[in-house]
T-cell receptor, first 113, second 112 residues
Framework: EPEVTQTPSHQVTQMGQEVILRCVPI?????FYWYRQILGQKVEFLVS????????KSEIFDDQFSVERPDGSNFTLKIRSTKLEDSAMYFCASSENSYNEQFFGPGTRLTVL | SQQGEEDPQALSIQEGENATMNCSYKTSINNLQWYRQNSGRGLVHLIL?????REKHSGRLRVTLDTSKKSSSLLITASRAADTASYFC????????????FGKGTKLTVNP
């Protein structure tokens, strides 16, 4: 069964460093998403991406964040200058369209020291 | 209550018993999705129920939706130790937003 994959599974970085989290969505899906879950808290929406552009973003998704689909398969989330409070599990998700199931990847645990 | 709020927060049952988790929300939705998360792991999609549906089944899972009460329930029948996980409801708002709004989840423990 097709699934969303994410790399790396764990990332440790120093405050102020740039990180890139990578995702490979399910191949025939058209909508891509990033969510995050701070330890012990709710899963929070960050951004959705469709037709090579951001279609919606949350207040969390400020200028430090960017997303890109550099080729036909990868979908990346970049955090330019990480802060301690960016430590969280970051989930990528994809869906066939905007009103169907969103399938999530296994997540990347980001730790900012 | 907040959008997508589950109750109870924690539930502990014996293997073989049924587990019922509830979710309430505030605003109109297109659909409601239930997910499972094992400790520290990814979110596994369980079932999607659309706003015009009242009940859906998938294996040992039964989901109901009452849009007049803005609530949904997830029933797991004949529970197994492997069902131990956190369960989240997530709402797809009908406002045109593409995001899912998650609740805090119900932590289910199934004791062997």
């Amino acid at each position: 069964e097709p699934e969303v994959t994410q790399t790396p599974s764990h990332q440790v970085t120093q405050m102020g460093q740039e990180v890139i989290l990578r995702c490979v969505p399910i191949s025939n899906h058209l909508y891509f998403y990033w969510y995050r879950q701070i330890l012990g808290q709710k899963v929070e929406f960050l951004v959705s991406f469709y037709n090579n552009e951001i279609s919606e973003k949350s207040e969390i998704f400020d200028d430090q964040f960017s997303v890109e689909r550099p080729d036909g398969s990868n979908f990346t989330l970049k955090i330019r200058s990480t802060k301690l409070e960016d430590s969280a599990m970051y989930f990528c998700a994809s869906s066939e369209n905007s009103y169907n199931e969103q399938f999530f990847g296994p997540g990347t645990r980001l730790t900012v020291l | 209550s907040q959008q997508g709020e589950e109750d109870p927060q924690a539930l502990s049952i014996q293997e073989g018993e049924n587990a019922t988790m509830n979710c309430s929300y505030k605003t109109s939705i297109n659909n409601l999705q239930w997910y499972r998360q094992n400790s520290g792991r990814g979110l596994v999609h369980l079932i999607l129920i659309r706003s015009n549906e009242r009940e859906k089944h998938s294996g040992r899972l039964r989901v109901t939706l009452d849009t007049s009460k803005k609530s949904s329930s997830l029933l797991i029948t004949a529970s197994r130790a492997a069902d131990t996980a956190s369960y989240f409801c997530a709402t797809d708002l009908s406002s045109g937003s593409e995001k899912l709004v998650f609740g805090k989840g119900t932590k289910l423990t199934v004791n062997p």
